[in-house]
């Protein structure tokens, strides 16, 4: 458990790392946002009655809760913050232009 | 004998009466049977006259029973989540969580994995306190949906597994110049955890499509309704390549049981043979209308003894 634990909280670390994207270059950024958007996207298959989508298999999706519950207010901020969202991809696109 | 063998049907054909005198049978006969009802609504108890419950009982020699409860299995499920919960630090957290559990103990599938996830275990178990297991099972759309999870399931889980995988490797991408990092992107929990399912959808459909260990019966009436529904299921078992045994033709009606019943049997016996017709592939066993109600050890014997064929 504490080593789940520990690798979870570096596995933090290191998004929250990126997010700051202290030490990437431009075209890492995109990669890195590449990243956090399919996980966002996974978040919503594993998790999605979370904001209301409903999901049949929510059951077996609960076993993975204590392993990504770090990601998860994050994530729900993200998803539910559309202007958040929106602001990203422009922000996004500036990057790459 | 096969190791896995199920009774299902339309409701009402005599389930429940066929799964318990059969596990009767295989016991009498020295194997150590387990008899298992996955019917949310159980009536083993009735059928053995006997209480059973969420746990093994024994019944007779070789032979125990038990009726899987799906809230018992998902409270215990969700309590051995929400105990891994009480190492993480954050009480907000712990509470997403808690609502989390609340949503999904609601959702529909839930009582169905619950009671799935029971039966993979008590599959994985078998060899081991029992060499055989009985199961009785809930009406076809029930059990059709409950057998052809794995199959479902899996495939939708490799594709999380997939997307998960993908979204790693480009982190590994944009860590390249940091080793440090990129060691720590070795290991996924996440991963491990769904590929762990994963597995165990895999082992539930190799076992299930398994004809060397697993056998479907149907039960049945001789009448229209419950032809056609049996009809259907036998093309979806196929489908899943879920092996099918035979058809167990109950309640039908002895000859000289007074004028009344000799009209209904003359409409059973057309029905029987469409019976013989349609199912060709398999033994077809018939078995009387009794009486009385299929009940206590008794009664079962007496329907044990007719169903060499299937059992
Ligand atoms: N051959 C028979 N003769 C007389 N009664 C029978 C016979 N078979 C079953 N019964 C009775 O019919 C009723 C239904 O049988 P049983 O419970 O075995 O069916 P089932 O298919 O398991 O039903 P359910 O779909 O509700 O689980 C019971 O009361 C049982 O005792
Ligand atoms: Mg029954």
């Not at chain 2, 059928?47 to 746990?55: L, M």
């Given at each position: 458990m504490e080593k789940i634990k520990n690798t979870l909280k570096k596995w933090w670390r290191l998004f929250a790392l990126f997010h700051q994207g202290a030490f990437l270059d431009r075209r890492m950024a995109v990669v890195r946002k590449e990243a956090f958007d399919i996980n966002d996207n996974l978040m919503l298959l594993l998790f999605g009655d979370f904001i209301g989508i409903p999901n049949p298999m929510s059951y077996y999706m609960l076993e993975l809760l204590p392993l990504m519950a770090d990601e998860l207010v994050p994530w729900e901020r993200r998803i539910q913050n559309r202007k958040f969202i929106l602001a990203e991809k422009a922000a996004q696109y500036d990057f790459d232009t | 004998m096969k190791r896995f063998t199920f009774f299902g049907g339309k409701g009402g054909t005599g389930k429940t009466s066929c799964a318990a005198s059969c596990s009767l049978s295989m016991a009498a006969r020295g194997v150590r049977t387990l008899v298992v009802s996955t019917d949310p609504a159980h009536s083993l108890s009735d059928?053995?006259?006997?209480?059973?419950?969420?746990?093994m009982?024994?019944?007779?020699?070789?032979?125990?029973?038990?009726?899987?409860?799906?809230?018992?299995?998902?409270?215990?499920?969700?309590?051995?989540?929400?105990?891994?919960?009480?190492?993480?630090v954050s009480a907000t957290i712990v509470d997403e969580i808690r609502r989390q559990i609340e949503i999904a103990y609601m959702s529909p599938g839930s009582e169905e994995a619950a009671v799935f996830d029971k039966f993979i275990e008590l599959m994985e178990s078998a060899g081991k306190d029992y060499d055989a297991i009985v199961f009785d099972t809930a009406p076809t759309g029930h059990t059709l949906r409950l057998l052809t999870l794995p199959g479902i399931l899996g495939v939708w889980i490799e594709h999380l597994?997939?997307?998960?995988?993908?979204?790693?490797?480009?982190?590994?991408?944009?860590?390249?110049?940091d080793r440090e990092l990129a060691e720590q992107l070795k290991e996924d929990p996440v991963i491990e955890a769904l590929s762990a399912r994963r597995d165990k959808f895999e082992l539930a459909?190799?076992?299930?499509?398994?004809?060397e260990t697993t056998v479907f019966h149907f039960v049945l009436n001789p009448e229209k309704l419950s032809i056609l529904e049996t009809d259907r299921a036998v093309g979806m078992l196929g489908k899943y390549g879920i092996p099918v045994g035979g058809m167990v033709v109950n309640k039908v009606i002895p000859k000289g049981a007074g004028p009344f019943l000799d009209k209904k049997r003359l409409s059973q016996e057309k029905y029987l043979c469409e019976i013989r017709e349609r199912f060709a592939s398999g033994p077809v066993v018939e078995l009387p209308m009794l009486e009385d109600d299929v009940q206590g050890m008794e009664q079962l014997r007496i329907i044990s003894g007719l169903m060499g064929a299937v059992c």
């Open positions: - | 059928a053995f006259n006997t209480p059973i419950g969420n746990r009982v024994l019944l007779e020699r070789n032979l125990w029973g038990l009726e899987i409860d799906a809230e018992a299995e998902a409270k215990k499920y969700t309590d051995s989540i929400m105990e891994k919960m009480l190492h993480l597994i997939e997307k998960r995988q993908k979204a790693r490797k480009l982190m590994e991408v944009a860590a390249r110049y459909r190799k076992i299930l499509t398994d004809s």
